[in-house]
């Protein structure tokens, strides 16, 4: 059977994920044989959804970050152009 944190985690991605009305992950979960309330998924959402963003946001960062160093394909092909601490500069003597 369902764990209470799946059912929470499940309803909550759907409401996000779809741009659904409350209701509708209550519906969807009553068809899999689990009574929710509509009034429950909105507690959940407002409980869940800024932790659940909170984690999202920085894998969205360490993968913007990790996409963007050299050996990802954004290497400078000039030898005047270096790259430190994360960020590409300019270095007028190498030139």
């Given at each position: 059977?369902?764990?209470?944190a799946?059912?929470?985690?499940?309803?909550v991605?759907?409401?996000?994920k779809y741009?659904?009305t409350?209701?509708?992950?209550a519906?969807?979960?009553?068809?899999?044989?689990?009574?929710v309330?509509?009034?429950?998924?909105?507690?959940w959402v407002?409980?869940y959804?800024?932790?659940l963003?909170?984690r999202?946001?920085w894998?969205?960062?360490y993968?913007s970050?990790?996409?963007?160093?050299?050996?990802?394909?954004?290497r400078p092909?000039?030898s005047?152009?270096?790259?430190?601490?994360?960020?590409?500069?300019?270095?007028p003597?190498t030139g």
């Amino acid at each position: 059977m369902f764990k209470v944190a799946e059912i929470i985690l499940v309803c909550v991605r759907w409401y996000c994920k779809y741009g659904i009305t409350y209701r509708d992950p209550a519906e969807m979960m009553q068809e899999r044989g689990v009574d929710v309330d509509a009034s429950t998924i909105f507690r959940w959402v407002q409980c869940y959804v800024p932790e659940l963003e909170k984690r999202v946001r920085w894998y969205q960062e360490y993968r913007s970050r990790t996409t963007h160093r050299p050996g990802y394909g954004h290497r400078p092909a000039r030898s005047d152009v270096t790259e430190f601490s994360g960020v590409w500069a300019y270095n007028p003597r190498t030139g």
